[in-house]
């Protein structure tokens, strides 16, 4: 049986990141010197974790690179990947397709355990949940989740792989 996995903000080919700060004035993604190690360290770290068989939703902004890097980066990892893109995937549905990516959608509903949790790149308002439990969401970085009800699952707060 499949497992399923989910993560946001992976920014792979996006070198300026690995400059940012947050409100504390270090840098968010300290644990790398730069894009390469970043990126190649959650290559690893994905597919490490992620089987071919299991199921990965990428909660938006996978990649700043050229369609090119979208492909190239898409293709060397594992599992069948589903994107709710974020403000910085700015590519033709082609590329999602070229890269990999299975599904292409605005939001998307998981249950689990009897949880009903609403999945978008921007954490939600708490009146947007409706009857769901928990918004799951990126965008946020480094930074707490608004409220209990929001679970932010940017790469800097999990670990830089797929939970």
């Known amino acids: 049986m499949p497992n399923h996995w989910i993560l946001s903000d992976q920014h792979y080919r996006h070198g300026s990141i690995y400059s940012f700060t947050g ?3 270090q840098r968010i993604r300290k644990e790398f010197k730069d894009v390469y190690e ?3 360290f959650m290559i690893q ?3 490490d974790t992620v089987k071919p068989e299991d199921h990965v939703w990428m909660l ?3 990649c ?4 090119q890097s979208w492909v190239d980066i898409g293709r060397r990892l594992n599992g069948h990947k589903r994107i709710v893109p974020g403000n910085h995937d700015r590519v033709g549905i082609q590329t999602y397709s070229n890269a990999g990516f299975q599904k292409v959608c605005g939001a998307k509903e998981l249950k689990v355990g009897g949880l009903r949790m609403l999945c978008t790149h921007y954490p939600v308002h708490e009146s947007s949940l409706f009857n769901r439990d928990a918004s799951i969401h990126g965008h946020i970085h480094e930074k707490e989740p608004p409220t209990l009800r929001h679970f932010n699952v940017s790469v800097e707060r999990i670990g830089y792989r797929p939970m």
């Open 23 to 25: 409100l504390d004035g």
């Open 38 to 40: 970043g990126d190649a």
């Open 45 to 47: 770290a994905h597919n």
């Open 60 to 62: 938006g902004d996978f």
């Open 64 to 67: 700043m690179g050229s369609p």
